[in-house]
């Protein structure tokens, strides 16, 4: 790196700092980011960067280069309802956080964007960054699709923080990354009564123990064990006393797999156990499950591609573990080719923790490779045609 990078990369590094403790300390959750989109919108204006009419309430796309092959960049910006416990001074006060650094995120997005308006005319098409709102509660990224913004898009790349992969340093692997993921409820209808004459009730709760007991058994004997499936109660309420029967039970979970048709084959095998269940015990089961993202699945082309820019970057690049979070870049992903990959950012706790910390120091970089992917894979592109 000779003198003068080396002095406009600190300055970039400065002013992307700057930015992203003031996001930090403004959390907002999904669909109410108002002031940030509102300081994003502010930041890509003074930077001349076009933004364009989605018709988006929160989040936004900008638009940056000519016309031509388009790609695109996206990132998140909503926070968590964590009440922040990390005692930094740029640290959140008003009850969100954070935790799960689109914070970050966005404001690598921001310098990318820095970068790429500098080198807009030897771009060889268009670049539209996605600031997407409401990632954490999984329809950002629908919205964002519904709007139009993305039809001509050929390929959509991303990337998350990843807290215990060293600063800087670039995690990313072919094929399934994030789990196809989905919640389920059951509500019960007995009949209550004294516990002393159960004969006389239909008892929710029994049926519901059988619902939990048997779905034990779809991971565990119904599914391929090379295939990864989960599926866990997180939630169960019946009854407020020791002598009475109650009338209804409820319970709550979550399934995730591998892909979408995996999904709703659990789902399927979920529901006929509560209507078996509903038979055995003569009780009325109301079952409901939605798939809140698919998976995320990388293209093996593009994987190499992105590892290869990164390490011109000078990045140290490495394997990304799969996981059974889920990401709703996933959405994007079914109709655009893609890559989502993690970058470090040292946190000495996990992701969603109080005390999550994204390191800004992997800031520039991130912006670098950002810049970098969007620049390069427009050129690949503009010389397949
Ligand atoms: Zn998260
Ligand atoms: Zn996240």
Redesign the pocket.
């Known amino acids: 790196m000779n003198e003068k990078t080396a002095t406009g990369f600190s300055s970039l590094q400065e002013t992307l700092v700057t930015h992203f403790k003031w996001f930090h300390s403004h959390p907002e959750l999904g669909h109410h980011e108002w002031e940030t989109t509102a300081r994003i919108r502010d930041i890509l204006a003074d930077a001349g960067v076009e933004i364009l009419d989605t018709g988006l309430k929160t989040g936004l796309v900008a638009r940056i280069g000519n016309g031509g092959t388009v790609v695109a960049l996206r990132c998140d910006i909503d926070a ?1 309802p964590i009440a922040e416990a990390t005692g930094l001074d740029y640290a959140s006060k008003n009850g969100c956080m954070h ?2 650094g ?1 914070d970050f995120h966005l404001t690598s997005m921001l310098g990318a964007a820095m970068l790429l308006k500098q080198r807009e005319r030897q771009l060889t098409g268009a670049v539209k960054l996605i600031f997407q709102p409401a ?2 509660v999984a329809n950002g990224a629908i919205s964002v699709l519904a709007s139009g913004a993305l039809d001509d898009v050929a390929e959509i790349y991303g990337l998350h923080t990843t807290p215990g992969m060293p600063v800087s340093m670039i995690g990313v692997s072919p094929g399934a990354a994030y789990a196809a993921v989905g919640a389920f409820t059951i509500r019960i209808h007995g009949k209550g009564g004294h516990a002393a004459h159960p004969h006389e009730c239909r008892d929710p709760i029994v049926a519901l123990s059988q619902i939990i007991g048997a779905a034990q058994t779809i991971v565990s004997r119904r599914t391929n064990p090379f295939e990864p499936v989960a599926l866990s109660f997180t939630h169960v309420e019946a009854g407020n006393t020791w002598n009475i029967i109650p009338e209804e039970a409820f319970a709550e979970g979550t399934i995730r797999a591998a892909g979408r048709e995996q999904f709703n084959a659990i789902m399927r095998r979920l529901e006929r156990i509560c209507k078996g269940v509903q038979e055995i015990c003569g009780v009325q089961i109301d079952f409901h499950c939605v798939l809140n993202a698919p998976a995320v699945h990388n293209d093996g082309e593009l994987v190499e591609f992105v590892k290869q820019t990164a390490q011109e970057l000078g990045l140290k690049t490495g394997p990304s573990a799969p996981t059974m ?1 889920g990401e709703d870049f996933a959405f994007y992903q079914e109709r655009i080719r893609g890559v989502f990959w993690n970058i470090g950012v040292a946190s000495p706790e996990p ?2 923790n109080p005390r999550f910390i994204a390191n800004p120091a992997a800031l520039g970089t991130a912006s670098a490779l950002l810049s970098a992917i969007a620049e390069k894979s427009l050129k690949r592109l503009s010389s397949v045609e």
């Open positions: 968590l935790a799960c689109h990632e954490e979070g992701a969603h």
